[in-house]
């Protein structure tokens, strides 16, 4: 079965800090991918998404994401991220070629003011 | 503009009880997904609904779970004979077209099986 991980279970940055979040995903062909947030008590929203053509991905809120076909990974990136960024972050990849869609666990996002 | 709309928004029953939690999608979306999110266990796929085609039911956790789609619109999932475990936030999701476009969420339904 194809498989999203997210190393980072919990993490704890303070303000200012840059944030590098990983998700790596398991081999099916051609992929889609998201970085979805949720914030507490909100629902969950896209923030970036990739199909096609720059692997460099730009989101809202100053996020940005980079996808490396040779490592499976599109790991999400913040270079100072402030405190309303504490939230739950899911990575979700779908693999074309049978339209499967899958969720990553989640990383949990605390930033100290 | 209606978003994904779940019912009930929370949910506490005994257990052993039988439950049935609704699902309105984004109206013309054709997919349709069910999720289900506990503390410390992130976003678990339960199953996907795509038009008129047979249901990805690969996700669901036992016999207890099933999910049907009316009309290729509203769905309900129904767990039978509740366990504790199955307390989580449910959470339906719609898409316009394949599964590779955005996922719109709905708020989610707290299931809490006493």
């Known amino acids: 079965a194809q498989s999203v991980s997210q190393h980072n279970h919990h993490v704890i940055l303070s303000e200012a800090a840059s944030l590098e979040l990983g998700c790596n995903y398991s081999?099916?062909?051609?992929?889609?991918l998201f970085w979805y947030v949720q914030y507490p008590g909100q629902h969950l929203q896209l923030l970036l998404k990739?199909?096609?053509?720059?692997?460099l991905v730009k989101g809202i809120k100053g996020f940005e994401a980079e996808f490396i076909k040779s490592k499976f990974s599109f790991n999400l990136r913040k270079p100072s991220v402030q405190w309303s960024d504490t939230a739950e972050y899911f990575c979700?990849?779908?693999?074309?070629?049978?339209?499967?869609?899958?969720f990553g666990a989640g990383t949990r996002l605390t930033v100290k003011p | 503009g209606a978003g994904v709309s779940q019912s009930p928004s929370n949910k506490v029953t005994e257990k052993g009880k039988d439950v049935e939690l609704r699902c309105d999608p984004i109206?013309?979306?054709?997919?349709l997904y069910w999720y289900r999110q506990s503390l410390g266990q992130g976003l678990e796929f339960l199953i996907y609904?795509?038009?008129?085609?047979?249901?990805?039911k690969s996700g669901l956790p036992s016999d207890r779970f099933s999910a049907e789609r009316t009309g290729g619109s509203v769905s309900t999932l129904t767990i039978q004979r509740t366990q504790q475990e199955d307390s989580a936030v449910y959470l339906c999701?719609?898409?316009?077209?394949?599964?590779?476009?955005?996922?719109?969420f709905g708020p989610g339904t707290r299931l809490t099986v006493l």
């Open positions: 609904f795509q038009g008129n085609s047979a249901p990805d």
């Open positions: 109206s013309g979306h054709t997919a």
């Open positions: 979700a990849v779908n693999w074309r070629n049978n339209n499967d869609m899958r």
């Open positions: 990739y199909f096609s053509g720059d692997p």
């Open positions: 999701a719609s898409s316009s077209r394949l599964a590779g476009i955005e996922q719109f």
């Open positions: 081999y099916g062909g051609t992929v889609n």
